[in-house]
């Protein structure tokens, strides 16, 4: 190999040799499971596979689903109409030739079914086997999934937490189907993985139309690594990347990041923000806000929506709030409330909104994205800019307002966050707002913070992927790449009202013969994840892994204490008596 001039020159050398040499590993554990498993079932190759995506039966069944939107839509007449101009384009740009693509269009313009109408078209006029969707959160999986189920017979959920049959379960141990919808951590940590069970689908993404919604989501510390990977998807295995957000990140402020540069789906997008300028915005950060100042303030809204940056703040906003306004009509919302429950509340919020009742919820970002509410207002405690338009966009969302939302951005009284990047990012959009507030519907301003984040913040790869990567060492590059870290987590399996028997029916199995895969899967919905809390344990017991010798087998599963089953609460979920530690989001 010839010498390289960088450290970038060496990395991009190195992640496109490791590369290769994953995808010829996939092959070869894909022949072998395949080969040992023919041994035992003739079919398996055939009932393992789906073949490949029939994108003109999948563009009329596209175009059924939207006329049966268009035909029921309440949305503003303007509003529908920009939809279909973002659908028509990114339909257009579908025949362009294969590369990276960017979609930067503002939330609200329907870029789900958009993003689709681009993958099948370029499906079809450039041979592409399948679709892979890419999506950061479980909310944003589930909700794209059933979309799609919609307009598509074949399609695979792969998830920690998807409720696979047996045969999906095939399909998903290879990939090869025609349209798949996972998460962020299972689709990119798959490109840096050195065990074979992961590598086996690998070679399966080639020549694949790969859509990753929601892409300022990448951790800033694997931002390099990443994007050389996907290009190198794209350049050598015939693959397609679609970056698609309303937060684009501009990539190209990375010093020493090289050439890359992504053709715009909708280069006109800038004329899109400005049209569909559904809110205004008031920095209110020239002084600190009390939570009883902000409930007081709430109180007298009709339709209004409050994102915090903790579950402790959430906890005492929403406490104070119920004491002035009463329990009804008024939400809380964060992942101290089980999926099944944060569900269920939804629905409840999105009924009164439709019935114009009263409605005040009290958030943690958990609301922000995958979640189509439609507030009259939104306050949103300081946060990273992104974070803020997310936000933004729970506001006045079917243009409803011909005066807009409000959205008003506020700083606590106390005011904490949850990890450092998050907090110098907010401290960034302070910053820059007390020069010129910043207008969250201008691109350019948009692209302002990022540059000023990524020169400023210092934003490079973790130290320990770099040199694993340097080194070629498969084992570390694995470790060191991770897009959720592997802080301890609790899994705690409550009673949730309207779920008692599965919970009694998972209780008394995971007692008798401790936790297995499906059983995880099954408890899912009524599960509550919390990072290690040493107050936590007192009120919980731990359940194993299944097998032999169960006591050395502690897993990350824990149920309530018969006597503490009350601690899950109808309102606020998961909370511990007297207990004030702070809990961090997500």
């Known amino acids: 190999m010839l010498p390289r001039s960088t450290d970038g020159d060496l990395l991009a050398a190195n992640i496109s040799d490791m590369q290769t040499t994953r995808m010829l590993f996939s092959c070869l554990v894909d022949a072998d499971y395949s080969v040992s498993a023919e041994d035992e079932n003739e079919a398996y190759l055939e009932q393992s596979e789906q073949g490949d995506i029939s994108p003109a039966e999948a563009l009329r069944e596209l175009d059924r689903h939207l006329a049966e939107i268009q035909s029921n839509s309440g949305a503003d007449a303007e509003l529908n109409r920009l939809r279909d101009a973002v659908f028509a384009a990114c339909g257009a740009a579908g025949e362009l030739e294969p590369g990276v693509f960017n979609l930067t269009a503002p939330t609200g313009v329907g870029k789900t079914l958009a993003l689709l109408h681009f993958a099948l078209r370029h499906c079809d006029a450039w041979g592409k086997k399948r679709v892979i969707v890419v999506l950061p959160f479980l909310s944003l999986t589930e909700q794209s999934a059933k979309t799609y189920r919609s307009i598509l017979s074949q399609l695979l959920e792969d998830t ?17 189907v025609p349209f798949l919808v996972t998460t962020s951590v299972k689709f990119f940590e798959t490109l840096f993985s050195d065990r074979p069970a992961d590598c086996r689908r690998l070679h399966n993404i080639a020549n694949s139309v790969i859509l ?78 009390s939570w009883e100042a902000l409930a007081e303030e709430l109180s007298g809204q009709r339709s209004v929506c409050a994102i915090v940056n903790l579950r402790k703040h959430a906890r005492e906003l ?43 919820v009290v958030s943690t970002q958990c609301i922000e994205a995958g979640v189509d509410l439609d507030f009259d207002a939104v306050y949103r405690a300081l946060a990273p800019l992104d974070s803020i ?198």
């Open 160 to 176: 920690s937490q998807s409720e696979l049959s047996d045969e999906e379960h095939l399909y998903a141990s290879r990939w090869r």
């Open 212 to 289: 990753f919604d929601e892409a300022q989501t990448l951790p800033p510390e694997l931002i390099r690594a990443t994007l050389r990977a996907t290009d190198e998807l794209c350049e050598r295995y015939g693959c397609t990347m679609v970056f698609s957000t309303a937060t684009q990140p501009d990539y190209t402020a990375l010093k020493a990041f090289g050439k890359r540069r992504p053709r715009e789906i909708l280069p006109d997008y800038a004329a899109y923000y400005a049209k569909l300028k559904r809110t205004r915005v008031d920095w209110r950060l020239d002084e600190r806000v």
């Open 318 to 360: 929403y406490r104070l709030l119920r004491d002035q306004c009463g329990a009804e009509g008024v939400f809380f919302l964060t992942t101290d409330l089980c999926p099944a429950h944060r569900s269920e509340v939804i629905k409840r919020i999105r009924s009164r909104l439709d019935e114009q009742l009263p409605c005040r």
């Open 389 to 586: 338009i997310q936000a933004a966009g729970r506001c006045n969302r079917n243009g409803r307002l011909p005066q807009g939302g409000s959205v008003t951005v506020f700083l606590p009284e106390d005011e904490r966050y949850p990890g450092n990047w998050y907090q110098n990012c907010a401290k960034t959009v302070e910053r820059l707002c007390a020069a010129q507030p910043i207008d969250i519907h201008d691109p350019e301003q948009i692209g302002r913070y990022y540059r000023a984040i990524y020169n400023e913040l210092s934003c490079k790869d973790k130290r320990a992927l770099v040199e694993a990567i340097k080194d070629k060492d498969y084992g570390e590059t694995a470790k060191a790449y991770q897009i959720i870290g592997k802080k301890q987590t609790m899994q705690v399996i409550v009673r949730f009202t309207g779920q008692e028997k599965l919970y009694d029916e998972i209780s008394e199995e995971a007692k008798r013969s401790g936790m297995t895969p499906l059983l995880m899967k099954r408890a899912a919905p009524i599960t509550v994840s919390r990072f290690e809390e040493k107050e936590l344990k007192r009120f919980v017991e731990n359940i194993p892994y299944a097998g032999k010798r169960r006591e050395e087998r502690q897993s990350p599963f824990y149920l309530l204490c018969r006597q503490y089953l009350d601690c899950y609460q109808d309102d606020m979920g998961l909370q511990l008596p007297e207990s004030e530690k702070v809990s961090f989001i997500f």
